[in-house]
């Protein structure tokens, strides 16, 4: 049974920083691609960061460049995001996702993930 989990989630004042975790099972995680997604409300899910099956590459969506980093723990099975300097309009549900993509470099095309997570909120306000 395939399960991706999210955690880490919560309230933080702007500036502040939380690191999200994503445990994943069911499947064999080192040929997947893992991807951060958000939705905002009254917004289109979008993509965060991503990070290869290899570890070697990773990509972030323009916003979040220089405060949010992505890493794997293929022996723990976990994901992380780690976010610094939150900002109001990082406000969102995020989710953990799963491509089987193994080798080169990784992408947050939605439509070609298999696997996700159920979410876990994160509120940047005063």
């Known amino acids: 049974q395939v399960q991706l989990v999210e955690s880490g989630g919560g309230l933080v004042q702007p500036g502040g920083s939380l690191r999200l975790s994503c445990v994943m099972s069911?499947?064999?995680?080192?040929?997947?691609?893992i991807g951060w997604f958000r939705q905002a409300p009254g917004k289109e899910r979008e993509g965060v960061a991503c990070?290869?099956?290899?570890?070697?590459?990773?990509d972030y969506t323009d916003s979040v460049k220089g405060r949010f980093t992505i890493s794997r723990d293929d022996l723990k099975r976990t994901v992380y995001l780690q976010m610094n300097s939150l900002k109001p309009e990082d406000t969102a549900v995020y989710y953990c996702?799963?491509?089987?993509?193994?080798?080169?470099?990784?992408?947050?095309?939605?439509?070609?993930?298999?696997?996700w997570g159920q979410g876990t909120q994160v509120t940047v306000s005063s």
């Open positions: 990070i290869s099956s290899s570890d070697i590459s990773t």
């Open positions: 069911g499947f064999t995680l080192r040929y997947y691609q």
């Open positions: 996702a799963a491509d089987l993509k193994y080798g080169g470099g990784c992408h947050t095309d939605i439509p070609e993930y298999d696997y």
